[in-house]
């Protein structure tokens, strides 16, 4: 069984959806603490859930990428462990570290957004074209360079664009991956698409690809 590790910081508040939905995966979950030091190689994913990590004093993610268990993950980045995937919070949390590209802005509406949205798959990395999750956020703007975009897309990196833009995300980009594949960021929240209690269950086959995407394409 495959094991995944959720980060939890002072200030996430999806930790125990995303622990569940990983477990409706067929995964065995285990939380890791903010201020643990220890290793993450056993994991073969390590998952940063969304919320607002430290209060998003300073900016979203600022302060949280200074923690001992984002030093573990930057070690499990660069020794090409296993996949990272951050959600909401985390993805913000992924470009402050400088794991993933781009930045945040407050939403161009300048109010809180939460919703379900359609999502337009980008990348061969996901087996479907398209996918319907909810975003919950007010920095969900991403905004990046005209020259680290164009990368991106000839890189197919981007993965996923928004068919109804919430936030003002430069070219409605919704989620990107880093150079090598094995860092995946992401606004949309698919633990809130995992249980029949829910609209539908698309997080669960976004997680078990994302997790799985990484192997595929070494396998390739």
């Known amino acids: 069984m495959k094991k995944v590790a959720v980060v939890v910081f002072e200030g996430t508040n999806c930790e125990n959806e995303t622990f569940h939905a990983l477990e409706a995966c067929g995964?065995?979950?285990?939380y890791v603490w903010f201020d643990s030091s220890s290793s993450l190689m056993e994991y073969d994913a390590v998952v940063l859930p969304g919320g607002f990590s430290y209060g998003d004093?300073?900016?979203?993610?600022?302060?949280a990428r200074f923690t001992p268990a984002m030093k573990s993950v930057e070690k499990y980045v660069e020794r090409n462990r296993g996949?990272?995937?951050g959600i909401c919070n985390g993805f913000q949390i992924l470009t402050e570290a400088g794991l993933l590209p781009g930045a945040f802005m407050k939403n161009s509406s300048g109010k809180f957004v939460c919703k379900m949205v359609n999502l337009k798959v980008e990348s061969d990395v996901l087996p479907f074209e398209s996918v319907n999750l909810y975003v919950a956020h007010g920095d969900g703007n991403y905004v990046i360079g005209k020259d680290e975009f164009k990368k991106l897309k000839k890189e197919n990196r981007i993965l996923f664009t928004y068919e109804?833009?919430?936030?003002g995300s430069f070219k409605d980009i919704a989620g990107v991956i880093n150079k090598n594949f094995n860092v995946f960021g992401m606004m949309p929240h698919p633990e809130r698409s995992a249980f029949p209690f829910h609209k539908n269950r698309d997080g669960l086959k976004v997680f078990k690809a994302l997790i799985s995407a990484r192997r595929n394409k070494n396998a390739g």
Not at 27 to 30: L, P
């Open 164 to 167: 109804d833009n919430p936030n």
């Open 27 to 30: 995964y065995e979950a285990n």
């Open 83 to 85: 996949t990272v995937i």
């Open 57 to 63: 004093y300073l900016r979203p993610g600022a302060l």
